[in-house]
């Protein structure tokens, strides 16, 4: 007997039901997790979005420095702020869309920027100390994945907790 694992996405044990076989099950077993947004989802979804916002990230921060001569730190903080807004337009619309009820509000968009300073400042200590053991490119990268790790801690449980 095959047991359903919506009991895992919520934390808790649900009617045991049998799962639908095949490509239209999962899809139909998908759609249900993503409508209860279990935060592995959620973490999933905000990693897509953090992928594209990083890409904007990283071609931000090249163009800076690399074309344009920005020194290391501005050009960083600069790359982030773009990226950062786009980030708040995306998870409001996508990840967060239930606890945001899909509107942008500059509240909400203040409060996105202000966590994610911690997200900014950790990228940009990653970045410095990484440029003098490798190169800097290889530092961004790393600088990018420590600050996911703690902008989606932030979002989660503080800019969009269910109120």
Not at 94 to 106: V, Y
């Amino acid at each position: 007997m095959r047991l359903s694992m919506d009991w895992v996405a919520r934390g808790e044990r649900a009617k045991r039901k049998p799962m639908s076989n095949g490509i239209t099950g999962l899809i139909d077993r998908l759609r249900d997790a993503w409508r209860r947004r279990a935060v592995v989802l959620k973490a999933a979804s905000f990693a897509v979005i953090g992928v594209v916002n990083s890409l904007v990230d990283l071609g931000v921060f090249l163009l800076a420095y690399g074309v344009f001569s920005v020194p290391l730190v501005p050009a960083n903080v600069f790359a982030w702020l773009v990226a950062v807004s786009g980030s708040y337009v995306m998870n409001s619309f996508i990840t967060f869309s239930t606890e945001s009820g899909r509107q942008l509000r500059w509240r909400d968009y203040g409060t996105f920027v202000a966590s994610g300073i911690a997200g900014v400042v950790a990228n940009t200590t990653t970045l410095v100390i990484g440029s003098y053991f490798m190169p800097v490119i290889a530092a961004k990268l790393i600088a990018i994945l420590v600050s996911f790790l703690v902008n989606f801690s932030l979002s989660h449980f503080v800019v969009f907790r269910p109120r």
